[in-house]
């Protein structure tokens, strides 16, 4: 029974790194939220610290995952996903996938009236797909800026400058599909090149961006 604790208090530390590099938050930002030093942090991620349920608590709820969830316990036969939660950045992210590797499922929704209007495009390694659920969604992907509306997907490489916001008013719910660098979705959002002129990429899909009726510029 010992050694099990031990294995599983032994693979928080990798677990907590995934999760905030996933979440894509720097250890400054997580201290700001949990209460919880830096260096405090930074022992954990690298298993120089042992983790206890006082500094568990603060990263389950920052992390919007249960304390199972967190250390990664093994199942115990219930089927229901018990998923939280996270607002960053004006929107609020619900995790769909419980796994920390592989291609990651968010739904995200921009409330009525939120701030996040002002475009602060970022880059980051890994390969996004997105589809617009409700409202109009504006998308800026490197040069250019397009408004989604329900039922439209896009889909790019993440190292391009992007950013997404509402485009009134109004509140906007999308689903998100992201992956690491060459993980794509496999989906495609358009005709071959053979129909429609562009030249495919390596993997068969059309292009870094494709919406599922064409984009219509903001």
């Given amino acids: 029974m010992d050694d099990d604790l031990d294995q599983v208090l032994d693979a928080v530390g990798p677990r907590l790194r995934s999760l905030r590099h996933e979440r894509e938050i720097t250890l400054t930002e997580l201290s700001a939220s949990t209460g919880i030093s830096v260096s405090t942090l930074s022992r954990l991620e690298s ?5 206890t349920l006082e500094l568990l608590f603060p990263l389950a709820k920052a992390y919007g995952v249960t304390l199972d ?5 093994p199942p115990t036969g219930d089927p229901r996903i018990h998923l939280r939660p996270v607002v960053r950045n004006g929107m609020t992210m619900l995790p769909l996938t419980r796994r920390a590797g592989g291609i990651q499922a968010y739904k995200l929704v921009i409330p009525a009236g939120s701030d996040r209007r002002e475009p602060t495009p970022q880059t ?3 390969y996004e797909w997105l589809y617009v659920l ?7 992907l490197g040069e250019h800026d397009l408004t989604l509306s329900p039922g439209e997907a896009a889909e790019f490489d993440t190292r391009l400058p992007h950013w997404f916001g509402a485009v009134d008013a109004d509140p906007v719910e999308f689903l998100v599909l992201f992956g690491s660098q060459g993980e794509r979705a496999h989906l495609r959002a358009r005709p071959k090149a053979s129909r429609s002129g562009q030249a495919p990429s390596p993997d068969g899909t059309a ?7 064409p984009p219509r510029r903001h």
């Fill in 124 to 126: 980051h390694e890994g």
């Fill in 47 to 51: 298993g120089a610290r042992r983790p």
């Fill in 69 to 73: 969830e967190l250390v990664d316990a």
């Fill in 207 to 213: 292009g870094s961006t494709a919406t599922g009726r």
């Fill in 134 to 140: 409700n409202g109009r969604l504006r998308v800026l």
